[in-house]
């Protein structure tokens, strides 16, 4: 089967950085997204690795390493804002070229004063 | 441009009762995703369409069908309403062959009693 784990929980202050870790058991692994959802709201796409290594967007970093099945999202400098929940997504190959996000159960981060 | 839209926004059936989730894109995706959402959990793949014409099974595709009317237009029915069908559904899309930057509409809460 496929699984991702990411913890459940996560609390912070404002101005820290905080780092939300992702471990998957997968087959057909093709890339690891990081997706934002704030209460009642809809998911919104934060980043994406292919390949080994950091990408970075502003504040937000994320990491993968393929041999470890492992990647991270890294939010710095937080802000109230980013009190939201965080959900790792896996791509598996599908028939032909249809790929397919297979999702965490979501991190949700609280940041506080 | 409206990105992903969703109608309805809210809805209650009673056990046994049809409906059709409607979503649109003007967005050009060639892919478009129905997703659930029930309290505390990831988001479940009901069914794809990797491109107009075509579509196929996701995780728990048992109770629903879709319909991608054309490229635009990707529909979701529940024939039989349950109760187990209450959750929070999203449709997304997304404009390559693969699935990773997904686009969400605003989701439909349905409650099926």
């Known amino acids: 089967g496929q699984s991702l784990e990411q913890p459940s929980e996560v609390t912070a202050v404002e101005g820290a950085i905080v780092q939300i870790n992702c471990t998957y058991q997968t087959s057909g692994f093709y890339g690891l997204s990081w997706y934002q959802q704030h209460d009642g709201g809809a998911p919104t796409f934060l980043s994406y690795?292919?390949l080994d290594g950091l990408e970075e967007t502003g504040r937000f970093s994320s990491f993968l390493s393929r041999s470890d099945s492992y990647g991270y999202l890294l939010l710095q400098e937080l802000q109230m804002k980013d009190s939201a929940s965080y959900f790792c997504?896996?791509?598996?190959?599908?028939?032909?070229?249809?790929?397919?996000?297979?999702w965490g159960l979501g991190t949700s981060l609280a940041v506080n004063p | 441009n409206a990105g992903v839209t969703q109608t309805p926004k809210f809805q209650v059936l009673k056990t046994g009762q049809s409906m059709t989730l409607q979503c649109a894109q003007d967005m050009n995706h060639n892919s478009m995703y129905w997703y659930r959402q029930d309290p505390g959990m990831g988001l479940r793949l009901i069914y794809y369409s990797a491109s107009e014409g075509t579509t196929d099974k996701g995780e728990v595709p048992n109770g629903y069908n879709v319909s991608r009317l054309n490229k635009r237009e990707f529909s979701l029915r529940l024939e039989s309403a349950a109760p187990s069908q209450t959750s929070v559904y999203f449709c997304a899309g997304t404009v390559g062959v693969g699935p990773d930057e997904q686009f969400f509409g605003p989701g439909t809460r349905l409650t099926v009693l």
């Open positions: 997504a896996v791509s598996l190959n599908g028939a032909g070229n249809n790929r397919k996000l297979i």
């Open positions: 690795n292919g």
